[in-house]
């Protein structure tokens, strides 16, 4: 089945830094999600972004799909962005979603 | 639009008691998904159903498990008899895709615990 890795596993921010959270896919994909995981263990999406490029507030998110990889993008980021982020991709016509490991984001104030 | 509607949020229970978890997906949504999340073994997709249909349910661990939707609107995930290394936390989640790729929507889960 499709593999997804996400890097870096962990990472650490002040508050007000940027950052760039990176998924790469096995396989092509026609699916492809961003999910936030705050503290209290909500799933919130983020981006559903196959391909091109999408914004949302500080928030950005890119999908190559011919190389196989997304991008997120945090920028001037709050302590209120701590979580984990989660990739999830679908290589099939089924909505069956495969999860990465997570980057797992802490911002110090 | 309420979202997807899971209970128990939280549940405790012995080992070898029956635990049921409910979900009810966003209205219109076509298909249904579970998914158990442990700190050891990420988010892992256990059963989804399409039209109320179960359609891949791979990702069940084992008999003890069972998952039904009598309706568009309801869908139970069983566990008889349960045993501590069920503890997790299940999500159900729902996607208004009928085909390729669809946005998928996530309940708030709902946190198991068998001592």
């Known amino acids: 089945g499709i593999q997804v890795e996400q890097s870096p596993p962990d990472l650490i921010l002040q508050e007000g830094a940027n950052s760039t959270l990176r998924c790469n896919f096995s396989?092509?994909?026609?699916?492809l999600q961003w999910f936030h995981q705050n503290p209290w263990g909500q799933l919130i999406n983020l981006f559903y972004i196959p391909s091109g490029t999408k914004q949302n507030g500080r928030l950005s998110a890119t999908t190559v799909a011919t190389e196989r990889y997304s991008l997120l993008y945090i920028s001037s980021s709050q302590t209120t962005d701590s979580g984990v982020y989660f990739c999830a991709v679908s290589a099939s016509n089924t909505g069956k979603l495969i999860f990465g490991q997570g980057t797992t984001l802490q911002v110090k104030p | 639009d309420a979202g997807v509607i899971q209970s128990p949020r939280h549940e405790v229970t012995e080992m070898g008691q029956e635990v049921t978890l409910r979900c009810k997906p966003i209205s219109g949504h076509d298909y249904l998904f579970w998914y158990r999340q442990t700190m050891m073994r990420g988010l892992e997709l256990l059963i989804y159903?399409?039209?109320?249909?179960?359609?891949?349910d791979s990702g069940m661990p084992e008999d003890r498990f069972s998952a039904k939707m009598p309706n568009a609107s309801f869908s139970t995930l069983k566990i008889q008899p349960s045993e501590p290394r069920d503890s997790a936390v299940y999500f159900c989640a729902s996607s208004p895709r009928t085909s390729g790729g669809g946005e998928l929507f996530f309940g708030e889960g709902s946190r198991l615990t068998v001592l």
């Open positions: 396989d092509s994909v026609n699916n």
């Open positions: 159903f399409n039209n109320n249909v179960p359609i891949d």
